[in-house]
């Protein structure tokens, strides 16, 4: 019998599926051989982890990585990390330590495997499609099962085949490729979707380069992306000496796509993310000669020994400009190494750039925000308003090769009038695992190792099984676009991760400061909250946090005009109903704080997911498309309570 010709997505899903059919619109579980953490939504994964009473983890590799919060100012960091060391000892978890490097290149460099499924407590887990690998961010709760061996659920995806011909120019890199993706797709509309790269140019792209393409689709918003497992990414695993990991995973002549997009990589020109979108795509001969105050490189996205030498070799006999600030982050120990042995880490410092410690600091706003009004450009992956801890900088996305020429003039430069040339793969890296402990009792655990628990660590609050009405008072009306970064911020507030009535206390804090207290006293008063929003809510971060402490303040539904896929997940995961206008003008009718009743809520919910609400302004129909799965789920009051 002739067997069907799959694409890489289809290969490694139909080997994975264990709940439901792979067809469109329907529901599949997957099984998950791999999990991550880091531990800003760790903490929380491992607690909710430990409360499902099961003895060790199932999949067969899972690694607690400490690559955010490393800037410990209070205790409240530093006691978070001893938890998870901790927990990961007594359950068999792989722990890396504070300054070992950020979790998506350590597990690409030492952990990812072609062929299986990676399922991470971060939106950026997805750079492991760059060693072809289905690797999908997800809430902390979601890893939590995946950990105790259940299944995780996506819909069935679509798949767009992104083809890539030709061969990208010098001074152009992967990072102006996914930006030209995103000039495309935007940030919004790609809910459901899986990016495949295919055509002759893949070959052309080393694992770092594809990683960083797969690293930054998560901003389109996609459930994954993925680049086949070839001769490329068998060159890479060889020299990480982890040869027995590779396995071939290309797409079968014939294999058919929902979609095609095809890159000539040949016209591919440097990019830039304008503020405040990743979506927000200009050129950089655009931007040429505009003048720019700070300049950093790094974070999970280009933080690679590719990334940092090819900065050093902009730089190299030249000096950074007097007033611009320069700072670097390296993705690993084991590219400091590499630096440090070709010369490059010197080249840096006599170019007058900061090295910063390899974790995610500035991404997340833990340090180094710009100056008021700054012009700040970083390779990283996201630029929202107010992320990088100073709300009136303009943060702008580019490549390495154009935040290098950049810093040379301390003004926007074109990386093409004075291009370096292309770092060859190394044929072998060095190899330093000190700093991930618990190898030998990986999936084992140890037996009476004892939780250590600082006074931040509180208990996971629970939701409630849904009634069939409720009164409610819409207690924030928010826009389009609104990430979880306006949810639940992150920078500062992060230390409060593990302490959900703290960390509730800025839930919206950017968008409405008073957001807790009127939530508490709409509960007091015996109504539920509702949050009311426009295009893409919820985009961003895979923070579970964004969900779980507006659960905790009482709110019951969100109704938005669109609702992004990983936290439309987890306000399923807490007990909140997701809700999207029928009819998206209808947005205009309900007002901030107007007061109305959720009638047949759980009804709808075990229905067919239509409610009427009477607005001032008139009747607003609305809807939630649920799986029985997801029904039950919300039923229970999340999924704690379903258990």
Same mark, same amino acid.
């Given at each position: 019998?002739?067997?069907?010709?799959?694409?890489?997505?289809?290969?490694?899903?139909?080997?994975?599926?264990?709940?439901?059919?792979?067809?469109?619109?329907?529901?599949?579980?997957?099984?998950?051989?791999?999990?991550?953490?880091?531990?800003?939504?760790?903490?929380?994964?491992?607690?909710?982890?430990?409360?499902?009473?099961?003895?060790?983890?199932?999949?067969?590799?899972?690694?607690?990585?400490?690559?955010?919060?490393?800037?410990?100012?209070?205790?409240?960091?530093?006691?978070?990390?001893?938890?998870?060391?901790?927990?990961?000892?007594?359950?068999?978890?792989?722990?890396?330590?504070?300054?070992?490097?950020?979790?998506?290149?350590?597990?690409?460099?030492?952990?990812?495997?072609?062929?299986?499924?990676?399922?991470?407590?971060?939106?950026?887990?997805?750079?492991?499609?760059?060693?072809?690998?289905?690797?999908?961010?997800?809430?902390?709760?979601?890893?939590?099962?995946?950990?105790?061996?259940?299944?995780?659920?996506?819909?069935?995806?679509?798949?767009?085949?992104?083809?890539?011909?030709?061969?990208?120019?010098?001074?152009?890199?992967?990072?102006?490729?996914?930006?030209?993706?995103?000039?495309?797709?935007?940030?919004?509309?790609?809910?459901?979707?899986?990016?495949?790269?295919?055509?002759?140019?893949?070959?052309?792209?080393? +694992?770092?380069?594809?990683?960083?393409?797969?690293?930054?689709?998560?901003?389109?918003?996609?459930?994954?992306?993925?680049?086949?497992?070839?001769?490329?990414?068998?060159?890479?695993?060889?020299?990480?000496?982890?040869?027995?990991?590779?396995?071939?995973?290309?797409?079968?002549?014939?294999?058919?796509?929902?979609?095609?997009?095809?890159?000539?990589?040949?016209?591919?020109?440097?990019?830039?993310?304008?503020?405040?979108?990743?979506?927000?795509?200009?050129?950089?001969?655009?931007?040429?000669?505009?003048?720019?105050?700070?300049?950093?490189?790094?974070?999970?996205?280009?933080?690679?020994?590719?990334?940092?030498?090819?900065?050093?070799?902009?730089?190299?006999? &030249?000096?950074?400009?007097?007033?611009?600030?320069?700072?670097?982050?390296?993705?690993?120990?084991?590219?400091?190494?590499?630096?440090?042995?070709?010369?490059?880490?010197?080249?840096?410092?006599?170019?007058?750039?900061?090295?910063?410690?390899?974790?995610?600091?500035?991404?997340?706003?833990?340090?180094?925000?710009?100056?008021?009004?700054?012009?700040?450009?970083?390779?990283?992956?996201?630029?929202?308003?107010?992320?990088?801890?100073?709300?009136?900088?303009?943060?702008?996305?580019?490549?390495?090769?154009?935040?290098?020429?950049?810093?040379?003039?301390?003004?926007?430069?074109?990386?093409?009038?004075?291009?370096?040339?292309?770092?060859?793969?190394?044929?072998?890296?060095?190899?330093?695992?000190?700093?991930?402990?618990?190898?030998?009792?990986?999936?084992?655990?140890?037996?009476?190792?004892?939780?250590?628990?600082?006074?931040?660590?509180?208990?996971?609050?629970?939701?409630?099984?849904?009634?069939?009405?409720? $009164?409610?008072?819409?207690?924030?009306?928010?826009?389009?676009?609104?990430?979880?970064?306006?949810?639940?911020?992150?920078?500062?507030?992060?230390?409060?991760?593990?302490?959900?009535?703290?960390?509730?206390?800025?839930?919206?804090?950017?968008?409405?400061?008073?957001?807790?207290?009127?939530?508490?006293?709409?509960?007091?008063?015996?109504?539920?909250?509702?949050?009311?929003?426009?295009?893409?809510?919820?985009?961003?971060?895979?923070?579970?946090?964004?969900?779980?402490?507006?659960?905790?303040?009482?709110?019951?539904?969100?109704?938005?005009?669109?609702?992004?896929?990983?936290?439309?997940?987890?306000?399923?995961?807490?007990?909140? +109903?997701?809700?999207?206008?029928?009819?998206?003008?209808?947005?205009? &009718?309900?007002?901030?704080?107007?007061?109305?009743?959720? $009638?047949?809520?759980?009804?709808?919910?075990?229905?067919?997911?239509?409610?009427?609400?009477?607005?001032?302004?008139?009747?607003?129909?609305?809807?939630?498309?649920?799986?029985?799965?997801? $029904?039950?789920?919300?039923?229970?009051?999340?999924?704690?309570?379903?258990?």
């Amino acid at each position: 019998m002739k067997t069907k010709a799959m694409n890489v997505t289809e290969k490694i899903l139909s080997a994975h599926i264990v709940e439901g059919e792979s067809a469109q619109e329907r529901e599949l579980g997957i099984k998950i051989d791999q999990t991550l953490t880091q531990d800003a939504t760790g903490t929380m994964a491992y607690l909710q982890f430990e409360s499902m009473g099961v003895s060790r983890v199932k999949t067969d590799v899972s690694v607690s990585y400490v690559d955010h919060n490393t800037v410990q100012i209070g205790f409240e960091n530093a006691d978070d990390h001893d938890f998870l060391q901790s927990i990961a000892k007594k359950y068999g978890i792989i722990y890396s330590k504070a300054g070992n490097g950020i979790c998506h290149q350590l597990h690409l460099e030492r952990f990812g495997k072609p062929g299986t499924t990676l399922l991470g407590s971060d939106s950026h887990t997805p750079t492991g499609g760059g060693i072809g690998q289905i690797a999908i961010g997800a809430g902390g709760i979601d890893i939590a099962v995946a950990m105790a061996g259940g299944a995780f659920h996506i819909p069935a995806p679509k798949v767009r085949a992104i083809v890539l011909k030709g061969k990208l120019r010098k001074g152009v890199s992967a990072k102006d490729v996914i930006l030209k993706v995103l000039e495309k797709f935007g940030t919004k509309g790609n809910v459901g979707w899986i990016f495949e790269y295919t055509g002759p140019g893949v070959k052309t792209l080393d +694992v770092p380069s594809r990683a960083t393409i797969t690293n930054m689709g998560a901003e389109l918003g996609v459930t994954t992306s993925v680049f086949p497992s070839d001769a490329v990414t068998k060159q890479f695993l060889t020299a990480q000496g982890r040869a027995k990991d590779f396995v071939e995973i290309v797409p079968d002549k014939g294999a058919k796509y929902d979609d095609t997009f095809t890159i000539d990589l040949s016209k591919v020109e440097p990019l830039m993310a304008a503020p405040h979108s990743p979506g927000n795509i200009i050129t950089v001969k655009s931007m040429k000669g505009k003048k720019v105050n700070q300049i950093l490189i790094g974070s999970c996205t280009n933080s690679s020994y590719r990334d940092i030498r090819t900065v050093a070799l902009y730089l190299k006999g &030249k000096h950074v400009a007097d007033d611009v600030e320069v700072g670097i982050a390296c993705g690993s120990r084991q590219v400091i190494e590499m630096l440090a042995k070709d010369g490059s880490l010197e080249i840096l410092h006599r170019a007058g750039c900061r090295m910063l410690e390899n974790a995610c600091g500035f991404c997340i706003g833990a340090h180094m925000s710009p100056r008021t009004g700054a012009i700040s450009l970083r390779t990283n992956n996201r630029n929202f308003e107010g992320r990088s801890g100073t709300k009136s900088a303009g943060v702008y996305l580019v490549s390495p090769e154009t935040a290098a020429a950049s810093a040379l003039t301390g003004k926007v430069a074109l990386p093409t009038e004075k291009p370096v040339a292309a770092v060859p793969s190394p044929k072998k890296f060095p190899i330093d695992d000190a700093m991930f402990l618990y190898r030998a009792s990986a999936g084992k655990g140890v037996k009476g190792a004892e939780i250590v628990r600082g006074p931040n660590i509180a208990q996971v609050p629970n939701g409630e099984k849904l009634a069939s009405s409720y $009164k409610a008072v819409c207690a924030i009306k928010v826009g389009d676009k609104i990430t979880t970064d306006h949810i639940m911020p992150a920078g500062a507030r992060l230390k409060f991760r593990s302490n959900i009535p703290a960390y509730a206390k800025f839930v919206f804090e950017p968008c409405d400061p008073a957001f807790h207290d009127n939530c508490l006293a709409n509960k007091a008063a015996g109504a539920v909250n509702v949050i009311v929003a426009g295009e893409s809510y919820g985009q961003g971060s895979s923070r579970e946090h964004a969900a779980l402490c507006p659960m905790y303040l009482g709110v019951k539904a969100v109704i938005a005009k669109s609702i992004e896929r990983i936290h439309r997940a987890n306000l399923i995961n807490f007990g909140i +109903v997701p809700f999207e206008f029928e009819n998206p003008s209808d947005y205009e &009718k309900i007002a901030a704080g107007e007061k109305f009743e959720l $009638k047949g809520l759980r009804e709808a919910v075990e229905g067919d997911g239509v409610l009427s609400i009477k607005a001032k302004k008139g009747t607003v129909n609305i809807r939630t498309r649920l799986s029985d799965r997801e $029904k039950h789920l919300l039923l229970c009051g999340g999924l704690l309570a379903s258990l």
